[in-house]
């Protein structure tokens, strides 16, 4: 069993839905990471938070550290959204990640 | 752009033999880390670096090393390669050591390598 499990797997949608992808982990961390990687491969990171909320646009990530769970939103979705969304939990003290194995999400015009 | 450079940017090669992977962090960070992203194990943490010590270990194989030059800059050195390791390697960067809420890692663009 993953120490970080990402839900869905796949999720395709319209343009203009509101998405939300999950993350639930089974070991403590010190931040929980938030990547997009794009068809081409490149990774960025959109979030690193610890605790409550972050928003930036139209993503916003929250983390219920009691539950060990963490959700991606993206609000009025795009194609250019289309790419894959990877978790990961970061290990105290270094930034040693562990990574869910991603949700490919795919926005329809 | 993150600011963080990796050559070459394709790599083939044969079984058996050894690669160097290249990394340039961001200036001014000084943390680098290396991952492994293959189709059927995803992305993997390898190694971490910090201002030139190892910081963080994680699932490297012993054919496997790294080391962070005084310049920051960071190889990773893949030798008696197998069919396995064809993956695409992505290194980060980070300003600080890790585990704190502000040290983002910026990602490189991946070495994709391919052991024929």
Known sequence: ???VEQSPQNLTAQEGEFITINCSYSVGISALHWLQQHPGGGIVSLFMLSSG???HGRLIATINIQEKHSSLHITASHPRDSAVYICAGGD????KLTFGTGTR????? | DSGVTQTPK?????TGQRVTL??????????????????DQGLQFLIQYYNGEERAKGNILERFSAQQFPDLHSELNLSSLELGD????FCASSVGPGGRSTDTQYFGPG?????L
């Open chain 2, 86 to 89: 064809s993956a695409l390697y």
């Open chain 2, 111 to 115: 070495t994709r390598l391919t052991v």
């Open chain 1, 53 to 55: 909320k972050k928003k």
């Open chain 2, 10 to 14: 394709h790599l083939i090669t044969a």
């Open chain 1, 1 to 3: 069993k993953n120490e």
């Open chain 2, 22 to 39: 290249r990394c340039s962090p961001r200036s001014g960070d000084l943390s680098v880390y290396w991952y492994q992203q293959s189709l």
């Open chain 1, 92 to 95: 105290f003290g270094n930034e």
């Open chain 1, 105 to 109: 999400l795919t926005i329809i015009p």
